[in-house]
Nanobody
Framework: QVQLVESGGGLVQSGGSLRLSCAASGRTFVMGWFRQAPGKEREFVARITWSGGSTHYADSVKGRFTISRDNAKNTVYLQMNSLKPEDTAVYYC????????????WGQGTQVTVSS
């Protein structure tokens, strides 16, 4: 069982930046970020594989968000720039053991609020 602990959420003005971190208790095949806004379904944001660093982004964040990893620390980061009010959501870290689109572990979530 892998434990995921997120940090870095908060309140920021539109156009600002935030960096989320997710520390994992063990290594997994893939790590990623999802988000859920009030009244909406949880949606994929970005993912990165541990072995090759292959990344994938949702179209809504492409060019503004960057996912990266520090293998030595078992930590994944989400750098969020040019934030918009529609980015407001609870952001969840997730990890998977076997494939880029299968998620076995979830963090508790961290709130990101972007004011206009």
């Amino acid at each position: 069982q892998v434990q995921l602990v997120e940090s870095g959420g908060g309140l920021v003005q539109s156009g600002g930046s935030l960096r989320l971190s997710c520390a994992a208790s063990g290594r997994t095949f893939v790590m990623g970020w999802f988000r859920q806004a009030p009244g909406k379904e949880r949606e994929f944001v970005a993912r990165i594989t541990w072995s090759g660093g292959s990344t994938h982004y949702a179209d809504s964040v492409k060019g503004r968000f960057t996912i990266s990893r520090d293998n030595a620390k078992n930590t994944v980061y989400l750098q969020m720039n040019s934030l918009k009010p529609e980015d407001t959501a609870v952001y969840y870290c997730a990890a998977g053991d076997h494939s880029p689109t299968s998620w076995n572990y979830w963090g508790q979530g961290t709130q990101v609020t972007v004011s206009s």
